[in-house]
C-alpha cells in the first residue's frame, strides 16, 4: 500500500496586493456593470435572432440587437484588458484568467465573423448561424468568469 500524498495546496485567484488592486480600481465596477448589461442584451438579442429564424420576421431588430451585443462585448474586452492590467500587471492572459482570456477570443472571432456576413451580404441564414455559434460561446465564456467570480468569494471566505 502506497501512502497518501497531501493534498495540493490550494492557489488562490488574488493575491492580497492583486485583491487591494481590484478593490480600489473604477475598471472592478465598469466590468460589475458591463457584464449584466451584456448578459441582458444577449437574452433579448437571443429571443430576437430566434423569433427571425423560427418566423422569419424581424431581421433588423434582430440584427440591431446583434451589432448591440457585439459592441458591448469589444467594449467589455477592453476594459476587461485595462482591468487585468491594473489588477495583474499585464494587458490579458494574467495566469488566473488566462483560459478565460483564450476562451473571449473565440467569442470575439465568432462575433467578428457575424459582422463579416453582415457587411458583405452573406445569407441571412449563415448570418443568424454564426450569430448562435458566437452566443453560445459567449455563454460558456460568461460561465467562466461567473466561475472565477466563485473562487474569489470563497477565497475570500477562507482568508477570514
Known amino acids: 500500500m502506497q501512502p ?18 481590484r478593490d480600489a480600481t473604477r475598471w ?8 449584466p448589461l451584456q448578459f441582458l442584451v444577449f437574452a433579448i438579442s437571443l429571443g430576437l435572432v430566434l423569433w427571425y429564424l423560427a418566423t422569419g ?12 451585443k457585439t459592441f458591448l462585448l469589444y467594449t467589455i474586452m477592453v476594459t476587461g ?3 487585468e492590467k491594473v489588477v495583474f ?8 484568467f488566462f483560459w478565460e482570456d483564450v476562451f473571449s477570443f473565440g467569442v470575439i472571432a465568432l462575433h467578428t465573423a457575424y459582422l463579416w456576413a453582415l457587411f458583405t451580404g452573406q445569407p441571412h441564414g449563415l448570418q443568424m448561424g454564426i450569430a ?20 474569489a468569494r470563497l477565497d475570500m471566505e477562507a482568508a477570514q
Open 57 to 68: 420576421e424581424g431581421y433588423a431588430a434582430a440584427t440591431v440587437s446583434i451589432l448591440i
Open 132 to 151: 448562435l455559434a458566437a452566443y453560445a460561446t459567449y455563454v460558456i465564456n460568461a460561465g467562466q468568469f461567473l466561475w472565477k467570480l466563485r473562487m
Open 28 to 35: 472592478t465596477l465598469v466590468q460589475g456593470i458591463l457584464a
Open 89 to 96: 500587471g499585464q494587458y490579458l492572459f494574467a495566469p488566473a
Open 81 to 83: 484588458a485595462i482591468w
Open 4 to 21: 497518501t500524498s497531501p493534498a495540493a495546496p490550494h492557489r488562490r485567484l488574488y493575491t492580497e496586493e492583486q485583491r487591494a488592486r
